[in-house]
Each structure stands twice: as structure tokens, then as C-alpha cells.
């Protein structure tokens, strides 16, 4: 009977220790509820202040969006840990547990924040701008703290990572006002090579739209099996001309400029020799059997000394003093 009358002695006493300690914390519990509550309210406060500078400096609203959440979530860091240490808390243990789990889980949401953090601050492109990232080239439309938004040519809407924005070439087509284009173009071997560059070097001076300084002039690219490479190459002004635009109109005259002139286009030219005396069967040409059709292949047979086209342009024809037959195409 008295070990009974000792446990609820115990017991009693128990309750009444945890009831004490309740009541004890309870006006430590207020004022942290009460500091927890006002670090929000600060924290809003610290966000709509910080907008509101970044506005007034000119930034877009991504660095708006960036600075505004960056304040008020460490406000609010803030007003926790003062709350926790006013309940006599120890938050180290919990610090080095979140850390620890938050290092692993949110290392590419956090170095894509810091990375459009960057990118706000340094400024390598802004909204508006056309940039080419990656495979990607569009106009960009909006930074946040996690991605990029471009809207490609075709239309479509391209999310990429800000890490990849920082830790990838980026090119910036309205970095600057002036941009160089250069069109390719292919002329045959027997045409005036110093006439053609003369005549598309004149073409691009006479074009209003065309910055004479740095001055137009035509290169030559490279010799092709058939052909001669050449490139056009002229600046232009982004602010008083489109360029894609006048780099179809430049294409364009060029053509004719070339058929005023009487100037040949490459294409593709193949010479091939035959022995005469092996060449039974490139004179003896099949006809192929109509599908549908209940008429059998016919044999042709083509005269030695007679040319014939095919619709591919090939021909056959004897080779003078050499016993051979010269197919060219």
C-alpha cells in the first residue's frame, strides 16, 4: 500500500513540475510568438523598402523580384532564431541538420538564384535583349531568381537555367548598335573573280542602308570541287536598319546583279571515262516496266557517235584520239 500511495506521490509531483515549467514558459512563449510576429510584419515591410530602392535605380523587375524575396526571407530567418533563442532553444544542432540536408536537396536551386543574382548585378544581357544561349537565340523576356525566359523566333517560350546563363557562352546581339553580316555566295571557275568582288563590293556602297565605315568588301572563302566560295561582308546599323531583313534584300540584288552581268552560279560538274571497248552496257539502257502495267522491259540501244540528255543532265559522247567515251553531268 505505501509503495502504491509512493507512485502517485511521484506522479503527482510529476504533473505538477511539468505544469510549473508550462506556466513558467509561458510568458517566454508570448514574447516569442510576439517576436516571431513581428519579424514577419518587419519582414514586409524590408521587401517593399527593397523593391522599391531597386526601382528607383533603374533595375528591371527581376532584380525587383530577386532583392524583395531575398529580404524578407531573411527577415524572417532572422526574427525565428531570436524566437527560438528566447524559448532557450539550442538552434545550433538544428542549423547544422538543415544545412547539411538543405546543401544536398537545393544545390541547384540555390546556384541558379545566385547565379540570376549575377546576372542582375553584372548585367550581361537585360529584358529586351537577343542573346543566343546555347542552341537557343530569341529575345529574352524575363529573369527570375531561377531561370531566363526567351521567346525563340518560331514562338516558343525557352526556360533555361541561370547557372547555365553564367556557366555557358552567352552572345549578345544588342550589346552593341552595329552588327556585321556576311553572305555566302558560290561562283563557277571560269567567271572574273576581281569582277565579281567589283560589282558586290559597288552593290553594298550603294546601298543606303549599309554603314560605309567600317567599309563593305568581298573575301574569298574557299575552292570547292566545282566552285568558288566568296563572302559578302558589310555592317550595319541595328537603330536605322533591320538586318535580317536587308540581308535578304542584299542576297536578292546580288542575284541580279549576277544575271545582268551574265555571271554563272556554280553547280556540280562530273567528268567520267569509259573504254570504248568496255562499255557494252552504258550503251544499252533498260526501259524500267510501267507499274500496273503488263508490258515487259524494252531494250534501247544507244549509236556510239549520237549525244543524249537525261534529265539529270548527263551526256555521253566519244573522247577524241584515246579510244574512250567522256560521260559528263
Known amino acids: 500500500m505505501a509503495t502504491v500511495t509512493n507512485v502517485q506521490d511521484q506522479t503527482s509531483q510529476g504533473v505538477v513540475d511539468f505544469v510549473s515549467t508550462i506556466v513558467a514558459k509561458v510568458p517566454a512563449f508570448i514574447l516569442a510568438v510576439l517576436v516571431f510576429g513581428a519579424a514577419i510584419l518587419i519582414a514586409k515591410i524590408v521587401k517593399a523598402w527593397a523593391q522599391r530602392s531597386i526601382l528607383k535605380s533603374g533595375s528591371n523587375e527581376g532584380a525587383m523580384s530577386i532583392v524583395g524575396k531575398t529580404a524578407y526571407i531573411g527577415t524572417i530567418v532572422i526574427g525565428l532564431t531570436v524566437a527560438l533563442k528566447i524559448l532557450e532553444i539550442d538552434i545550433s544542432f538544428i542549423v547544422a541538420a538543415m544545412g547539411f540536408g538543405l546543401g544536398f536537396a537545393m544545390k541547384d536551386i540555390l546556384e541558379n538564384y ?3 543574382v549575377l546576372i542582375l548585378v553584372q ?5 529586351g535583349d537577343i542573346i543566343k544561349a546555347g542552341d537557343y537565340v530569341g529575345k529574352v523576356e524575363e529573369i527570375e531568381a531561377r531561370a531566363t525566359f526567351i521567346r525563340v523566333f518560331d514562338g516558343q517560350r525557352v526556360i533555361i537555367p541561370n547557372s547555365s546563363m553564367i556557366s ?7 550589346a552593341f548598335p552595329e552588327r556585321r553580316v556576311n553572305i555566302d555566295f558560290s561562283v563557277s571557275y571560269d567567271v572574273n ?3 565579281v568582288a567589283e ?8 546601298n543606303p542602308k549599309i554603314m560605309q565605315e567600317p567599309a563593305p568588301w568581298v573575301s574569298i572563302g574557299a575552292f570547292g570541287d566545282s566552285n568558288v566560295d566568296l563572302v559578302a561582308h558589310f555592317w550595319v546599323d541595328r537603330s536605322q536598319a533591320n538586318w535580317l531583313k536587308l540581308s535578304t534584300d542584299v542576297k536578292r540584288l546580288i542575284k541580279e546583279t549576277f544575271e545582268a552581268n551574265n555571271i554563272t552560279w556554280s553547280y556540280p560538274v562530273v567528268t567520267l571515262n569509259v573504254n570504248r571497248h568496255d562499255s557494252e552496257d552504258l550503251y544499252t539502257v533498260m526501259d524500267k516496266t510501267i507499274p500496273g502495267s503488263d508490258k515487259p522491259p524494252q531494250e534501247m540501244i544507244i549509236p556510239t557517235n549520237i549525244e543524249t540528255s537525261s534529265e539529270s543532265g548527263m551526256h555521253v559522247e566519244p573522247v577524241a584520239g584515246n579510244d574512250n567515251m567522256s560521260a559528263q553531268g
Open 114 to 116: 545566385f547565379s540570376g
Open 123 to 127: 548585367k550581361p544581357f537585360t529584358v
Open 168 to 174: 555557358g557562352p552567352v552572345i549578345n546581339y544588342s
Open 193 to 195: 573573280l576581281q569582277k
Open 199 to 206: 560589282l558586290v563590293t559597288k552593290l553594298l556602297k550603294s
